[in-house]
């Protein structure tokens, strides 16, 4: 059974750094594509970044900040996540699947999905 714990979520004021935490079982993580996501309130889940084979992918509304890892030891994927701004705010999701490069934004190309770690950025 494939389970995804995200941890590391908090309230953080503007221009702070926070990094998320995704703890694996059930897969190893340098097996599959490992995605973040997130959705703020009231709005859609839209894709953050993506971790496949030795590729890093991200957003562009996140690119530059927001850098993702993988731990392959600990069977952990991060997002470290700096210079936040309050449109940061959301619940971030991590995300684990058979994922093809020209899809892996796509929240359909993932199986597997944590419960989600809520980010606030607020002054």
């Known amino acids: 059974q494939v389970q995804l714990v995200e941890s590391g979520g908090g309230l953080v004021q503007p221009g702070d750094s926070l990094r998320l935490s995704c703890a694996a079982s059930?897969?190893?993580?340098?097996?599959?594509?490992m995605g973040w996501f997130r959705q703020a309130p009231g709005k859609e889940r839209e894709f953050v970044s993506c971790?496949?084979?030795?590729?890093?992918y991200y957003a562009d509304n996140v690119k530059g900040r927001f850098t993702i890892s993988r731990d392959n030891a600990k069977n952990t994927v991060y997002l470290q996540m700096s210079a936040l701004k309050p449109e940061d705010t959301a619940v971030y999701y991590c995300?684990?699947?058979?994922?093809?490069?020209?899809?892996?934004?796509?929240?359909?190309?993932?199986?597997?999905w944590g419960q989600g770690t809520q980010v606030t950025v607020s002054s």
């Open positions: 059930g897969l190893t993580v340098n097996r599959y594509g």
């Open positions: 995300a684990a699947g058979r994922v093809i490069t020209s899809s892996l934004a796509s929240e359909s190309s993932y199986a597997w």
């Open positions: 971790f496949k084979g030795g590729s890093t």
